[in-house]
């Protein structure tokens, strides 16, 4: 059984930085993918980063040049640097993860994901 667990969210002023980490235990395959998405408020949860077994990522428009998501597979973490944060990033944020296996395509292992797991959140909270 894969579980996550987030951890890194507080209250931030905007121009702000933080880094949000999430451990995964469980068995994972060989090629996989990980992901952070957010929700806000009266939103729908949306993509933030994503990344695969090789490394590749992918990032939502918004928060690219600003955030970098990252991972130490064998201390089965998943990172995400948030640099100059804005009020607009406030949010709960979750991480997810497709164990795999998956197949490559579009130049990654994150083209056709099923996210079957998921944390319980960590809150940011992002301050004008």
């Known amino acids: 059984q894969v579980q996550l667990a987030e951890s890194g969210g507080e209250s931030v002023q905007s121009g702000g930085s933080l880094k949000l980490s999430c451990t995964f235990t469980?068995?994972?395959?060989?090629?996989?993918?990980l992901g952070w998405f957010r929700q806000a408020p009266g939103k729908e949860r949306e993509m933030v980063a994503q990344?695969?077994?090789?490394?590749?990522?992918n990032y939502a428009d918004s928060v690219k040049g600003r955030f970098t998501i990252s991972q130490r597979y064998t201390e089965r973490t998943l990172y995400l640097q948030m640099n100059s944060v804005k009020p607009e990033d406030t949010a709960m944020y979750y991480c997810?993860?497709?164990?795999?296996?998956?197949?490559?395509?579009?130049?990654?292992?994150?083209?056709?994901?099923?996210?079957?797991?998921w944390g319980q959140g960590t809150q940011v909270t992002v301050s004008a």
């Open positions: 997810a993860a497709d164990i795999g296996p998956l197949s490559y395509s579009n130049g990654g292992y994150c083209g056709k994901v099923d996210w079957g797991y």
């Open positions: 469980g068995y994972i395959y060989s090629s996989y993918c």
């Open positions: 990344i695969d077994s090789d490394g590749t990522a």
